[in-house]
């Protein structure tokens, strides 16, 4: 039997190798995740998996994969990660977070994704000042 952590060595080796197929395989036909902090976000399927993914390799031609930190528990896996890579475009996509997937029969069938693109926004000030809703962060 694979245990989560192989699972999720296993997403990692496949996204390293560009293989929307590889991909996929660690997913179960009827998977389904959803991104509480963004409303509507969710994924549905294998099939959706590898296309999502096989747009990434083609857009992001050296995307890597890079797990940070893995805890394993019974059926789930859960992954800090980072993905990172040059856009088309010449800019750099740098995207951080953790992903809670629930495992079985060797593969993923069902995420709860927690990530989001890095950027610069301020300080631990400005950070508050979006969570209470004030315009500015106060004056230390």
Known sequence: MTGPGEVAASFVAAIARHDPDAVARCFAEDYEDE??????????????????????????????????????????????????????????????????????????RWGRIYTELARSVGGIEAQLARMIGDAAPADR
């Open 35 to 108: 991104a509480p902090a963004r409303h509507g976000e969710t994924v549905h399927g294998r099939d959706e998996v590898r296309a999502n993914f096989a747009r990434m390799f083609t857009s992001i031609p050296d995307v890597k994969a890079t797990i940070i930190r893995l805890a394993e528990r019974e059926d789930e896996a859960w992954i800090e990660w980072r993905l990172s890579g040059t856009r088309d475009d010449g800019s750099t996509m740098d995207f951080v977070g953790v992903n809670i997937f629930g495992v079985a029969d060797g593969v993923f």
